[in-house]
């Protein structure tokens, strides 16, 4: 399972918090993938790769209640810990830097709080995409902004990268090799 963190609705599309809906957008579409059931308060799409099935997620809870929706697909689906994959965005990263993890707190992100509470465990494997922190703007503004024409090449870049190491992971290299790789 492949989620991608975010705000639902056409207000928040393009922000920075969106990072992980972009993503797992345009992986969907790499896979060929339609992101169209509503199920469990998220949007998901199935891919088959390699014999292997891929939920692809976009939760349509607001960010700081993700957890909800990772909780009901993954009790649905019977995932296990080491078959979730969270892409969220991460301020204290350059501006389009992609980061692996295989577990550790929130850091101050709140869907990864909401995430950590309902699934009661930080052992699940994250991939961080960063937003950069803001320089003269509150947290909450900077955000819940749209990316500068600036950013927006360093930020497809980044997209490009997680949906590369995604794609490995998917076909079965493990998330230490993958730190190893891309971090």
Do not use: C
């Given at each position: 399972m492949i989620v991608g963190l975010g705000?639902?609705?056409?207000?928040y599309e393009q922000t920075k918090h969106n990072i992980g809906f972009m993503t797992v957008a345009e992986l969907a579409?790499?896979?060929d993938v339609t992101l169209s059931k509503h199920e469990?308060?998220?949007i998901t799409g199935t891919a088959h790769v390699g014999g292997e099935k891929v939920l692809l997620v976009?939760?349509?809870?607001?960010?700081?209640d993700s957890g909800r929706a990772v909780g009901e697909l993954?009790?649905?689906?019977?995932?296990?810990?080491?078959e979730i994959?969270?892409?969220?965005?991460?301020?204290?990263?350059?501006?389009?830097?992609?980061?692996?993890?295989?577990?550790?707190?929130?850091?101050?992100?709140?869907?990864?709080?909401?995430?950590?509470?309902?699934?009661?465990?930080?052992?699940?494997?994250?991939l961080k995409i960063g937003i950069q922190h803001p320089q003269k703007q509150r947290v909450v503004d900077w955000v819940l902004t749209p990316f500068t024409e600036a950013d927006a090449a360093l930020?497809?870049?980044?997209?490009?990268r997680a949906c590369?190491?995604?794609?490995?992971?998917?076909?079965?290299?493990?998330?230490?090799?993958?730190?190893n790789q891309y971090n």
């Open positions: 705000n639902p609705g056409s207000k579409k790499q896979l469990f308060n998220a976009q939760p349509q809870t607001f960010m700081n993954k009790a649905f689906y019977q995932f296990h810990d080491d994959m969270i892409i969220q965005d991460d301020m204290d990263m350059a501006m389009g830097r992609v980061r692996l993890r295989q577990r550790g707190s929130a850091g101050g992100h709140n869907g990864i709080k909401s995430i950590i509470n309902v699934l009661g465990t930080q052992d699940f494997y994250r930020i497809n870049a980044g997209i490009d590369a190491a995604l794609t490995d992971w998917i076909n079965g290299e493990t998330v230490a090799q993958l730190m």
